[in-house]
């Protein structure tokens, strides 16, 4: 799928393509949390394992089945995983919300879902569980405006969920990611060896950036470039979608080596 630019050359679109007809759609935040289904009676992930989230988390939860996903603010997926890993639910629950997206009805279009959702959400005082808001996007250019207002305030990305599309657990056109990615440059420290397939390779290069800030960079590499990786003290340019809260780049992947004048 191709990658169109915006503006700045630093931000690109990733995923959503323009040209779709965006009328069609609803915009809502994508958010850095766990995906979790609630079944009427527990929480699970998308592999069916259970979250044991306390029975006060879950004792106002509908009995209607729901698509959603376990977070607690900006830059907390850490903190968020520490939590609902645990067997042994603790207080620390109460960081965290279950925000819901969609529910698993098979004849009913998105739209129609959304009303029903929100009829749905009304009638449970849980403060534990919410409706992630959806609204409409009117063009590319306002669609571009909101998602980095949402990136600059912390956030992930947008999701664009087609109005008449049917209920889909797995993926599908109708449900697209919009995402942004800066580029960076960082200079090559060490080369890390690869294991498994490739053993006598290249695993990852240990690269700093002019802030003093190290990491490794294990993606993005071709084979070739595994057998014949950029040197110690070349500078190499990767991209990546925010960062942590550790002020690491969150899901940095290799670009290229960079061409010095």
Sequence with gaps: MQIHTHQNSLWQIYIYE????????????????????????????RQGHI????????????????????WITHNSFEQLMSIIRDTK??????????????????????????????????????????????????????????LVETVDSGGEGLMLHKGDSYYSAGRSNDLLKVKLFRDAEAIVIAHLPGKGKYTGMLGALLVETKDNVRFRLGTGFTDQQRKNPPPVGSFVTYKYYGKTVNGLPRFASFLRVRNLP
Aim: avoid cysteine.
């Design 51 to 70: 979250y044991h989230a306390p029975a006060w988390f879950t004792a106002d939860f509908p009995t209607q089945p729901l698509d959603g996903e376990l």
């Design 89 to 146: 639910p603790t207080n620390d629950w109460r960081e965290v919300r279950y925000m819901v997206f969609d529910m698993p009805l098979q004849d009913t279009i998105f739209t129609e879902r959304m009303e029903k959702l929100k009829t749905l959400l009304a009638g449970t005082s849980s403060p534990y569980i919410r409706l992630i808001a959806q609204s409409r996007i009117s063009d590319h250019e306002a669609l571009m405006k909101k």
């Design 18 to 45: 323009q040209g779709i007809n965006l009328e069609e759609y609803w915009l809502s935040e994508k958010l850095d949390g766990a995906r979790a289904y609630w079944d009427g009676r527990q929480l699970l992930s």
